[in-house]
């Protein structure tokens, strides 16, 4: 499991993360801290994802052939034409990013339509949260594929974005009128 210090070079320790364990644990621990990345894995994630941007159908692509491989279950929960789907993806991806990259901008915005994201994934789509660390393997595994710029530290910056993305589409699934929110 990692960890992604709030100081500058700091991508190594463990943690309980969404991505590895399947909960909402945050760096810390302690459930529900959902830390924004860094500057540092944001520049990471942006230099990469800049260059992902323009190859969105590559990157849907690859991520669905590895999210289907590792959880082939979650293949009936799709539609058999998944061009739309491939869209929502790169779109929901790269706002993400944006929010993250401009965060005094866009993040509180983001985390309230993650929120929504998240409930509706669960109430309408019937996803539980044990498919999500199959999803965050197989974002990190398909961005790998089709980067040219990949290292340990740009895993682990997409690992953090991934991570803060899905822990808040987790918190808000289950609550009680959280599709109002």
Request: charged content about 20%.
């Amino acid at each position: 499991m990692i960890d992604f210090g709030a100081a500058s070079g700091d991508l190594g320790r463990t943690t309980g993360a969404v991505y590895s364990a399947g909960t909402t644990h945050g760096p810390s621990g302690s459930l529900g801290d959902n830390r924004r990345p860094t500057a540092e894995a944001m520049q990471i994630v942006q230099r990469t994802a800049e260059k992902v941007a323009d190859r969105p159908v590559a990157l849907a692509e690859a991520f669905y052939r590895h999210l289907f491989a590792l959880a082939p279950g979650v293949r009936s929960m799709f539609p058999e034409d998944m061009t739309a789907q491939n869209e929502r993806l790169c779109r929901a991806l790269l706002d993400g990013i944006r929010a993250l990259v401009e965060p005094e901008r866009y993040a509180g915005q983001m985390e309230r339509a993650l929120h929504r994201l998240g409930a509706h994934h669960a109430d309408r789509l019937g996803v539980r949260p044990e498919h999500y660390p199959y999803v965050g393997h197989a974002l990190v595994r398909a961005v790998g594929d089709i980067s040219d710029d990949w290292s340990s530290s740009t895993s682990s910056a997409w690992i953090w974005v991934y991570d803060w993305m899905a822990a808040h589409m987790l918190s808000a699934a289950g609550r009680p009128g959280h599709l109002r929110s």
